[in-house]
């Protein structure tokens, strides 16, 4: 990997190009993609690959969408966005249509514009600069745009390392940064804990044990909990939130003798899996109710049939400030934008939870839109931004493959 300034000239998109770029943006958008129906999508964005004259371009079993350029004789570097979107929830709320692409005032809105179909477009046109040297790239770039990342970030992104049998090297993540850099983020773990109570009727409770009231003191502990997390200094601190809440009676004029609670629990560094789970059983001891703890199994079908499952269970991770992959991608953006990066970490989960926090592959983040849009009705990008990040993706590549 070079340590030098890179140059890019060679690669520079071509303002035809970036107009492709921007009409191909906007027919994601307007291509629905909730997850696990991610298949318009995936066609389309295999068809466009095709079209465009990449080389090597399939659909796993799982359909995710893979591409890959160069000899196979050096470093392996992937690029990784996934296809699906969150659901749009109530569209009157929407500034635009979210499924229109509304193009106005040179900026693309809709969902999935930030999170995260502006950066998978980006990485396309991106690459397509490298078509023309693929005689030079001395190794593999590989363009992953994975499945159901919204409800299991990581799942998808491991069925390609440990079934499709790639091997990445170093990984960079689409999510958004504001086309600045990010080098981690928190955990993230969603338990069940099961509330048990005893039925009986509702004209008499005092023959039964409510579990939504023993529940209800569930929540209040967990509320106090949130204030003495562990905290770190560059993730921030841990955090724990009630995000669900269920009962189970035999009717409305019944006592439920079954309560679920579920919780978000964001992990950072320092923090375990385990203890955060410990944490919330001695919290049950203490209190003296009646309930057990288990981390959620994901496990819903893709979109081709095929079934993956996973524990809801993942480690914070954050890559050295001063790795190559950190230093070589700064420096490009220097030479595509003129201005140093800033440096940080996402408020959310990614993908880098498995690439990094299991599979231990250095791992980066670089995207266009601004994060704090993710799962908000006022999402919307920059075209500006989607050309700015392809020549980094371009570049990129190129600073570390390219002979």
């Known amino acids: 990997m070079r340590n030098q300034p890179v140059s890019i000239p060679a690669l520079a998109l071509e303002w035809v190009a970036a107009q492709e770029l921007y009409q191909f943006a906007q027919q994601l958008v307007q291509t629905p993609s909730p997850s696990s129906q991610e298949g318009a999508v995936a066609r389309l964005i295999a068809d466009q690959m095709k079209a465009l004259k990449f080389p090597n371009v399939y659909i796993n079993d799982m359909g995710s969408v893979i591409a890959t350029l160069g000899n196979g004789n050096g470093p392996m570097l992937l690029y990784d966005a996934h296809m699906d979107t969150v659901d749009p929830g109530t569209p009157d709320r929407w500034l635009h249509p979210p499924y229109a692409g509304v193009i106005d005032n040179n900026i693309l809105y809709g969902l999935g514009t930030t999170d995260m179909k502006g950066a998978l477009a980006s990485m396309i046109y991106g690459a397509r ?31 390609l390392v440990e079934q499709d049998g790639f091997q990445p090297d170093y990984v960079l993540l689409g999510a958004p940064t504001n086309l600045q850099i990010s080098r981690g983020q928190r955990g993230r773990v969603m338990f069940k804990i099961s509330v048990e109570g005893k039925a009986s009727h509702g004209s008499q409770p005092e023959l039964g044990q409510n579990a939504i009231y023993a529940a209800a003191r569930l929540v209040f502990s967990v509320q106090l909990l949130a204030d003495d997390l562990p905290k770190d200094p560059f993730l921030g601190p841990g955090t724990i939130a009630v995000t669900g ?73 954050v890559l050295d400030r001063g790795h190559p992959l950190v230093t070589t991608l700064s420096q490009v953006i220097q030479t595509v934008s003129g201005s140093v990066p800033g440096v940080g970490h996402w408020p959310f989960s990614t993908d880098g939870v498995y690439t990094m926090g299991q599979a231990n592959i250095p791992t980066v983040g670089f995207g266009p839109g601004n994060p704090d849009l993710v799962h908000t009705c006022e999402e919307h990008i920059g075209l500006d931004d989607l050309k700015t990040a392809a020549h980094v993706y371009a570049g990129l590549a190129a600073a570390m493959l390219m002979e």
């Open 245 to 317: 809440i269920g009962s189970r009676g035999l009717s409305l004029n019944a006592i439920p003798d079954l309560c679920k609670v579920f919780v978000d629990r964001r992990l950072t560094l320092g923090e375990t899996v385990g203890s955060a789970q410990a944490q919330i059983e001695s919290l049950i001891r203490r209190e003296d109710i009646p309930a057990t703890v288990e981390i959620t199994t994901y496990s819903d079908p893709s979109y081709t049939g095929v079934v993956h499952t996973a524990s809801e269970a993942h480690p914070a991770w």
């Open 129 to 159: 600069q490298l078509l023309p040297y693929q005689n030079r790239i001395n190794g593999t770039l590989v363009l992953a745009f994975v499945v159901q990342q919204e409800p299991c970030e990581g799942l998808a992104i491991r069925v």
